[in-house]
């Protein structure tokens, strides 16, 4: 901070000011190469769909998901996304299927699925407290999830 004796009034008007000026320059930056920030977002959702979207979900809704199976599906979801946008968009590399790199998830978010059930499957179940902590996440009973998992540790 250039001055930390300054009161909250005046830095929240310098984080506003700050805010408006990284804003402007992220338009004019845009404004520029319209198609290739497009691009960048449509990887970001894709990298993200890929590497979080099937564990997380298994996570919540299938109590046999595991921790391995969870990181493994993730890994290789994420991984087998960045190879084919890494490989299509720099690497000279063909289009599977004819599919663009900017839906590059359509092939991770499978084998995501696929990696975290064979993993959570062949490495021990989950604890029971765990289970029912995922149960407590998935129904609603009015008890607050976070108060629940802290008892499970005690």
């Given at each position: 901070m250039i001055d930390p004796k300054a009161s909250t009034g005046r830095r929240l008007t310098v984080a506003r000011v700050l805010?408006?000026?990284?804003?402007?320059?992220?338009a004019y930056v845009a404004s520029f190469q319209p198609a290739v920030i497009v691009s960048m977002v449509a990887w970001a959702f894709s990298l993200a769909a890929a590497g979080?979207?099937?564990?997380?979900?298994?996570?919540?809704?299938w109590k046999r998901t595991t921790k391995a199976g969870a990181c493994a599906?993730?890994?290789?979801?994420?991984?087998?996304?960045?190879?084919?946008?890494?490989?299509?968009?720099?690497?000279?590399?063909?289009l599977w299927w004819g599919v663009k790199n900017i839906s590059s998830?359509?092939?991770?978010?499978?084998?995501?699925?696929?990696?975290?059930?064979?993993?959570?499957?062949?490495?021990?179940?989950?604890?029971?407290?765990?289970?029912?902590?995922?149960?407590?996440v998935r129904l609603p009973g009015g008890t607050m999830p976070l108060v629940a998992a802290r008892q499970i540790q005690h």
């Amino acid at each position: 901070m250039i001055d930390p004796k300054a009161s909250t009034g005046r830095r929240l008007t310098v984080a506003r000011v700050l805010l408006i000026v990284v804003a402007v320059i992220g338009a004019y930056v845009a404004s520029f190469q319209p198609a290739v920030i497009v691009s960048m977002v449509a990887w970001a959702f894709s990298l993200a769909a890929a590497g979080l979207f099937v564990p997380l979900v298994l996570g919540i809704w299938w109590k046999r998901t595991t921790k391995a199976g969870a990181c493994a599906g993730m890994v290789v979801g994420f991984g087998v996304c960045l190879y084919y946008l890494v490989g299509t968009q720099f690497g000279g590399m063909e289009l599977w299927w004819g599919v663009k790199n900017i839906s590059s998830g359509l092939f991770g978010i499978p084998l995501s699925l696929i990696v975290t059930v064979v993993v959570s499957l062949m490495t021990p179940a989950p604890s029971r407290e765990m289970q029912e902590l995922v149960d407590s996440v998935r129904l609603p009973g009015g008890t607050m999830p976070l108060v629940a998992a802290r008892q499970i540790q005690h």
